[in-house]
């Protein structure tokens, strides 16, 4: 009898953790409904309201073929979250859009020279339009040319273009750093002494003027002269749009942007999310972040906006595979802080307005921070402690198995794979190319432990220059503008090379391809690197870094 019990007692235990509760979710489903495959839910946010409180279960969220548009942000809280693991995914492989965006059910009518008008809703904004599943080109100046190099046309005379506009105010201007080193945007703001006033400027960490002739501008009226552009008028709740012969603009779906994060995660390293997985989903309609990139990151060339259509913030063992980000106007997959344990797997990411994956710590982790290229600290004031001050940073996390291309599609500081203030990313068997500066970048040396395995990097720096299609700096905390100064601490002091680049960088059986600049480009001190069997013709390496 006692063994019988002892039986009993576990088969309970095994049907306990096997237990899983399943959720179907369709757009013709009803919120009240319980969410079998007879009665689905219809909305993703209550789906996930309720597998969030499913204690000690495994809960699969099954989205029927289907647009699911989100009024805000899908967040799962760490302190929140009761169930053991989560999965949303695909049912049956069916074509499951999750839209940052929202559907216009519009009156339309003729304005002028073949543009027709319409009346939003009040109290929506956005700067993405689509119609039927297309972006489409908000009014500029020069107009769009697929053919063109640099932001898809510019023009030396764009900002001057800008002076003469009626109401130049909300417009923007967009520029290639003065020495080719990613780009500049700007929001109009009015106009003094007969120039447009700018705001912005931040979203490149090497400050300069703007680039004399790669510049454009956009979002005004007086620039939506040709097919396909468009523009809204906020103020009058108007919007115009320019469609292509043979296009009824009211028989057209239209959709527009409205979030700039779709699914965020977040917890912290000692309460993380943890065991949810994202399968099969198709991310569309994400609003542009180029205003929003402006964190430092250490002494990298780079600023940051930490968001993306998917989010991590303070997660372990959580995955995204299989999915699909197009057409988004920033990132799409950022992990952001503590992240444990991740994977990003057989995704497709394309035509992305900043970078495709960011790993990015939390620069609180890193001892002796400088956060601008002329900055550094003095010997006798550097923390001398190996490694991190934290854990609060990306660790033994993997992208792999994964198609990028045409990333930087607005903002030109953006890449395949950022890595900054992380340890132990792998990222393997991945195609990606056509970028606007490198199509592998890592920030800075801290904490190294990388490895960047069968990767066919390609068609990189593209609209930018000085970079290659690997790039890394090594301005760590030892790190000072002054090579003569520098030379003498590191001769003097060798262990200060890896007190932040504490293990080696593996790049091995790669092959990477730059015309416009380096295959491999070590940059500034880029320090404890182990390079092997690449296929590519030339790479750079800067003193004084050590292999």
Same mark, same amino acid.
């Given at each position: 009898?006692?063994?019988?019990?002892?039986?009993?007692?576990?088969?309970?235990?095994?049907?306990?953790?096997?237990?899983?509760?399943?959720?179907?979710?369709?757009?013709?489903?009803?919120?009240?409904?319980?969410?079998?495959?007879?009665?689905?839910?219809?909305?993703?946010?209550?789906?996930?309201?309720?597998?969030?409180?499913?204690?000690?279960?495994?809960?699969?969220?099954?989205?029927? !073929?289907?647009?699911?548009?989100?009024?805000?942000?899908?967040?799962?809280?760490?302190?929140?979250?009761?169930?053991?693991?989560?999965?949303?995914?695909?049912?049956?492989?069916?074509? #499951?859009?999750?839209?940052?965006?929202?559907?216009?059910?519009?009156?339309?009518?003729? +304005?002028?020279?073949?543009?027709?008008?319409?009346?939003?809703?009040?109290?929506?904004?956005?700067?993405?339009?689509?119609?039927?599943?297309?972006?489409?080109?908000?009014?500029?100046?020069?107009?769009?040319?697929?053919?063109?190099?640099?932001?898809?046309?510019?023009?030396?005379? @764009? #900002?001057?273009?800008?002076?003469?506009?009626?109401?130049?105010?909300?417009?923007?201007?967009?520029?290639?750093?003065?020495?080719?080193?990613?780009?500049?945007?700007?929001?109009?703001?009015?106009? $003094?002494?007969?120039?447009?006033?700018?705001?912005?400027?931040?979203?490149?960490?090497?400050?300069?003027?703007?680039?004399?002739?790669?510049?454009?501008?956009?979002?005004?009226?007086?620039?939506?002269?040709?097919?396909?552009?468009?523009?809204?008028?906020?103020?009058?709740?108007?919007?115009?749009?320019?469609?292509?012969?043979?296009?009824?603009?009211?028989?057209?779906?239209?959709?527009?942007?409205?979030?700039?994060?779709?699914?965020?995660?977040?917890?912290?390293?000692?309460?993380?999310?943890?065991?949810?997985?994202?399968?099969?989903?198709?991310?569309?309609?994400?609003?542009?972040?180029?205003?929003?990139?402006?964190?430092?990151?250490?002494?990298?060339?780079?600023?940051?906006?930490?968001?993306?259509?998917?989010?991590?913030? !303070?997660?372990?063992?959580?995955?995204?595979?299989?999915?699909?980000? @197009?057409?988004?106007?920033?990132?799409?997959?950022?992990?952001?802080?503590?992240?444990?344990?991740?994977?990003?797997?057989?995704?497709?990411?394309?035509?992305?307005?900043?970078?495709?994956?960011?790993?990015?710590?939390?620069?609180?982790?890193?001892?002796?921070?400088?956060?601008? +290229?002329?900055?550094?600290?003095?010997?006798?004031?550097?923390?001398?402690?190996?490694?991190?001050?934290?854990?609060?940073?990306?660790?033994?996390?993997?992208?792999?198995?994964?198609?990028?291309?045409?990333?930087?599609?607005?903002?030109?500081?953006?890449?395949?794979?950022?890595?900054?203030?992380?340890?132990?990313?792998?990222?393997?068997?991945?195609?990606?190319?056509?970028?606007?500066?490198?199509?592998?970048?890592?920030?800075?040396?801290?904490? !190294?432990?990388?490895?960047?395995?069968?990767?066919?990097?390609?068609?990189?720096?593209?609209?930018?220059?000085?970079?290659?299609?690997?790039?890394?700096?090594?301005?760590?905390?030892?790190?000072?503008?002054?090579?003569?100064?520098?030379?003498?601490?590191?001769?003097?002091?060798?262990?200060?090379? $890896?007190?932040?680049?504490?293990?080696?960088?593996?790049?091995?059986?790669?092959?990477?391809?730059?015309?416009?600049?380096?295959?491999?480009?070590?940059?500034?001190?880029?320090?404890?690197?182990?390079?092997?069997?690449?296929?590519?013709?030339?790479?750079?390496?800067?003193?004084?870094?050590?292999?």
């Amino acid at each position: 009898m006692k063994q019988l019990f002892l039986i009993c007692c576990a088969l309970l235990m095994i049907q306990q953790a096997n237990a899983q509760t399943l959720y179907h979710v369709s757009p013709s489903g009803n919120d009240t409904h319980a969410g079998n495959e007879s009665r689905p839910i219809k909305t993703l946010s209550v789906a996930v309201s309720r597998a969030a409180k499913q204690k000690g279960q495994s809960v699969v969220i099954l989205l029927h !073929g289907g647009t699911y548009y989100l009024e805000k942000e899908i967040t799962l809280n760490a302190e929140n979250m009761a169930c053991k693991s989560l999965q949303i995914s695909a049912f049956n492989g069916e074509k #499951v859009f999750i839209s940052a965006g929202q559907p216009l059910s519009l009156k339309w009518k003729p +304005y002028k020279n073949g543009i027709f008008s319409a009346t939003v809703p009040a109290g929506i904004s956005f700067e993405r339009l689509y119609v039927n599943g297309q972006l489409q080109v908000l009014a500029r100046y020069p107009n769009y040319d697929t053919s063109a190099k640099v932001f898809h046309g510019t023009a030396a005379n @764009a #900002v001057e273009r800008a002076a003469k506009w009626e109401h130049p105010e909300n417009g923007y201007v967009h520029a290639i750093h003065a020495s080719e080193w990613g780009g500049f945007h700007y929001r109009i703001t009015g106009m $003094k002494d007969g120039q447009p006033v700018l705001e912005g400027g931040w979203q490149n960490n090497r400050p300069n003027k703007m680039h004399a002739t790669l510049r454009f501008v956009e979002n005004n009226l007086q620039e939506l002269d040709t097919i396909g552009e468009w523009y809204l008028d906020s103020k009058a709740r108007l919007l115009y749009y320019y469609p292509p012969a043979g296009l009824s603009p009211a028989d057209a779906r239209i959709e527009v942007s409205r979030l700039k994060n779709s699914i965020i995660l977040k917890g912290t390293p000692t309460q993380p999310v943890r065991n949810v997985s994202l399968k099969g989903l198709r991310f569309v309609h994400n609003e542009r972040s180029f205003m929003d990139t402006k964190e430092q990151l250490l002494r990298s060339d780079w600023t940051i906006y930490r968001g993306g259509a998917v989010l991590f913030d !303070g997660t372990e063992n959580c995955s995204i595979s299989n999915c699909e980000f @197009a057409g988004l106007g920033g990132n799409a997959i950022m992990l952001s802080n503590y992240n444990y344990h991740d994977t990003i797997r057989e995704c497709y990411i394309h035509d992305i307005g900043a970078s495709a994956v960011c790993f990015i710590g939390d620069l609180k982790a890193v001892r002796s921070p400088n956060f601008r +290229y002329e900055e550094f600290t003095l010997y006798d004031q550097l923390d001398k402690t190996s490694g991190p001050r934290s854990n609060n940073y990306p660790r033994e996390c993997l992208v792999t198995n994964s198609l990028i291309h045409h990333v930087g599609e607005i903002e030109k500081q953006a890449t395949g794979v950022e890595i900054t203030v992380s340890s132990g990313i792998t990222v393997s068997h991945n195609s990606i190319y056509h970028t606007p500066r490198a199509g592998l970048n890592i920030g800075d040396g801290c904490f !190294g432990g990388h490895v960047l395995e069968y990767n066919d990097v390609f068609n990189t720096v593209l609209e930018t220059g000085d970079h290659g299609a690997f790039n890394s700096w090594g301005r760590d905390r030892y790190w000072a503008p002054d090579r003569g100064y520098m030379d003498s601490i590191t001769a003097a002091h060798p262990e200060l090379v $890896k007190l932040d680049a504490i293990r080696p960088v593996i790049i091995r059986n790669n092959r990477f391809r730059c015309d416009h600049g380096w295959d491999i480009d070590l940059d500034d001190g880029s320090s404890n690197y182990r390079i092997y069997k690449q296929c590519l013709p030339q790479w750079r390496f800067e003193a004084p870094g050590r292999l």
